[in-house]
């Protein structure tokens, strides 16, 4: 069986949520699938990282016998360069021209910013990598999850992993990218700086250490403060979601400035808390830059007055120092930022680790078992039992659909007419018995294959905020305009045509632009399009007229030569044109009845199959 092998491996990459809890393995838990993304890249980039460090460290010690030069009042253009720890293979001194040792300098300066192009477009095409690698990973979780563990997630969470928490998580790995650059070149300077003095970098290291541990407080606030953001986030997400799905409501309601007042609410807590954290963060810098004086003033003081060190060494070791400085600092607030929003992706975890654990494992054609369904004989449910979880919808529920026969469900609201339309489908499947096509039972591996050869009208229309025509493509994208006309023209939807942009027509969203009635046959358009061999109708027809009901007991008469029909209806008109009618009530079949009926000779010409 072929598993979402890039889901998998984001799964095995994102340990759970319970695992990972703490801040540190979430940031191990990034840095490791950015390594796993492209481990070639990543050791590019940090080769690429070694190289300009050194080539730009290599650009400063250079500068040591100009500086030298220049201190001693020599105008000669004559330099004779003393080599240092290098005198075993150069010589006490090499001598050379003023014009070639710039030029040298030059040439160093000049490919070290080469180096950093490069670095910096590698470093880019990593990142860019593994954040798309991250966002699929994590989208087709989604996609390949279980209806159930889906339905039970609120899409305004899902909205707000997929585009807010996943930009978090984008800045935690920019944050991780420039700590570690910052890393190398803080590594190489102390290198460099330990050659130059010993003392005086083990100085300025113990000092560094000192100002990161007085900051710790604040690292364990920025993760505090990360987790309320996320939590913040997804309320505002939620709030604003709602807002927009149900505004018509809302708007009926008056009840506009109910959520106006509950977003004002949110971001005023969001704002006090950026605030605190603000005060925290600056309080921070001012610690550091003061600290950072000090340091200074005592590594002058120490370098010239207690080591006596040269005045060339001490001006290159203040350059290096100020160089480092920064860099210090920049890795205080990386890491500031990284603790933040990192804690977006322990929020991802939580999606991913749920969807992969409730993975639906189809069988793909060419896997083991992988069964090509064609309805030939019936659809049979036997002895299911269903519950959401709350008692059973479903107790002892056993009934045949014959194929090419019309099969109405009938019964009283909240019967569980629509449970039994998704357990046809495989979208559920039941916590006893179980449901076959000849013979072949539904389950986790063969329902996905099964709905190839399925059409479902559900009770709720939903159509996409794009044309007609695309609406139509998602049951078959390979329809031509010919059959999306004969698909609309059987579900009684010739007023598609009368649009001036006919099947081109955008439908907009929530499809407002249609009525009820004009949305329903689109939609049963749609399922006919697919050609399927069982045809699930969920209420399909509520939204038409009395008048109505004629075309549909012709249409599904007629289509039930060639399809298997389940119809779940509250219209007795309908009923027409069953051949068996199942009536569902408190959790049983409470009657089965078969109709002997008579086809009558079709009316119409135009037929879909
Ligand atoms: N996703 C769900 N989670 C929990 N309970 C659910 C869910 N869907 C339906 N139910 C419950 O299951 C019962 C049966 O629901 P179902 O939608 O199957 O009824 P129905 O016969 O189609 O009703 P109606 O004629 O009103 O459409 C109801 O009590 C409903 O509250
Ligand atoms: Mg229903």
Known sequence: MR???????????????NKATDTAKLCVTLARFIF????????????????????ESLSLVMLLPFLHFMGGGNHSTHLSIPTGFLSSIFGPTVETELWVALAVVATVIISSALITRARMLTMSRLLLDTLNKLRMDLFRSIASTRWTTFSKMRVADLDHVLTGDIDRVQQSAVSIFMLFQNGVFLIIYTVLSCILSLKMTAFAVVMGFIVF????????????????????????????????????????????QRYVHELGAILERMKADALKYSGFTSLSNIIFQSATAVVACVFIYASYAVY???????????????????????????????????????AMQKVVTECEANKEEARVAGDEGFIHFKLKDKLSFSHVRFSYGNGDVLKDVSFDVPANKVTAVIGPSGGGKSTIADLAMGFITPQTGH?????????????????????????????????????????????????IRKALLLAQAEFVYRFPKGIDTIVGDGAQKLSGGERQRIAVARALLKKPDLLILDEATSALDANNTDWIVDMLTKLSKKVTILLITHNPAVLRCAHRVITVQDGTVAEMKDVKRRNKKPKRKSENR
């Open 3 to 17: 598993r979402n092998a890039a889901g998998a491996a984001m799964a095995n990459a994102l340990p759970s949520a």
């Open 36 to 55: 796993m993304t492209a481990p070639r890249r990543f050791f590019l980039t940090a080769g690429l990282l070694l190289i300009g460090g050194l080539t």
């Open 213 to 256: 541990l007085i900051q710790a407080p604040i690292r364990k606030m920025s993760a505090e403060f990360g987790d309320k953001l996320t939590r913040e986030r997804q309320t505002q997400y939620r709030t604003i979601n709602d807002f927009l799905l149900g505004l018509k409501v809302t708007k009926s309601y008056n009840a506009e």
């Open 308 to 346: 006596k060190l040269d005045v060339a060494r001490i001006v290159l070791l203040l350059i290096i120092f100020m160089r480092l400085a920064p860099r210090f600092s920049d890795i205080q607030t990386q890491l500031h930022s990284l603790f933040v929003s990192i804690q977006a992706l322990s």
């Open 435 to 483: 449901i076959a096509v000849d013979g072949s039972r539904l389950d986790g591996t063969t329902s996905r294959a099964w709905r190839d050869y399925t059409a479902y009208v559900p009770q709720d229309t939903y159509l996409l905020p794009a044309s007609i025509a695309d609406n139509l493509r998602i049951a078959r994208p390979t329809a031509t305009a010919q059959d």
